[in-house]
């Protein structure tokens, strides 16, 4: 069954605490993408990599902090330096191409004790 | 670098109507043009996409269009479902050089009233 996983579905997080979600996929794509969604702000990229061991910032990277060591695997780290981390978080891949058609993960909602 | 801006952010409409929903988006040299429905508690799913050589596509019920003067596309929803409602959004790929990526609009609710 071929596709993207994220985990946890439901995340918590304390005050002053680095929490990772973690993301993989098995359909051999290049490129993988971390989104975060807030209500009435669409999608906003926080990172993404076009190969492993390379990654490059979004548009809403501060906070955050990523790794490819593996072609299957893009997790991302929420830091104690994001100061608002609830929103549902999405990650996605895409074979490089002329259209990249992103393939999203189910994604992982996260909140703030 | 590329803005999308959406239109409207809620939509509803009566079963059987159309529904269609506006994306303007900055960057002239934008090449590429996805739609994506999300359904709630999933991620987003791609249901159309156009390229800035086409001026239409459709598939069965939905269909979008593209303006490249106006720097503007649609996406046309004709005879909705109660399973059309759900959360879609537009999305553009600038050009640029070593880099593949798409910038969204901010989403549009729809809601089919049965």
């Known amino acids: 069954d071929g596709g993207i996983t994220q985990s946890p579905k439901y995340l918590f997080r304390k005050e002053g605490q680095n929490v990772t979600l973690s993301c993989e996929q098995n359909l051999n794509h290049d490129a993988m993408y971390w989104y975060r969604q807030d209500p009435g702000q669409g999608l906003r990229l926080i990172y993404y990599?076009?190969?492993?061991?390379?990654?490059q910032k979004g548009d809403i990277a501060e906070g955050y902090s990523v790794s490819r060591e593996k072609k299957e695997s893009f997790p991302l780290t929420v830091t104690s330096a994001q100061k608002n981390p609830t929103a549902f978080y999405l990650c996605?891949?895409?074979?490089?191409?002329?259209?990249?058609?992103?393939?999203f993960g189910a994604g992982t909602r996260l909140s703030v004790l | 670098g590329e803005n999308v801006e959406q239109h409207p952010s809620t939509l509803s409409v009566q079963e059987g109507d159309s529904a269609v929903i506006k994306c303007t988006y900055s960057d002239s040299a934008s090449n590429y043009f996805p739609w994506y429905k999300q359904e709630l508690g999933k991620g987003p799913q791609l249901i159309i996409d156009i390229r800035s050589n086409v001026g239409e596509k459709k598939d069965q019920r939905i269909a979008v269009t593209l303006n490249k003067t106006a720097k503007h596309f649609s996406l046309h929803i004709t005879e909705t479902q109660p399973e059309d409602s759900a959360v879609y959004f537009c999305?553009?790929?600038?050009?640029?050089?070593?880099?593949?990526?798409?910038?969204f609009g901010q989403g549009t609710r729809l809601t089919i009233n049965p």
């Open positions: 990599s076009q190969i492993v061991n390379d990654f």
């Open positions: 996605a891949s895409s074979v490089q191409g002329a259209k990249n058609i992103q393939y």
């Open positions: 999305a553009a790929k600038p050009q640029i050089q070593g880099a593949q990526k798409l910038v």
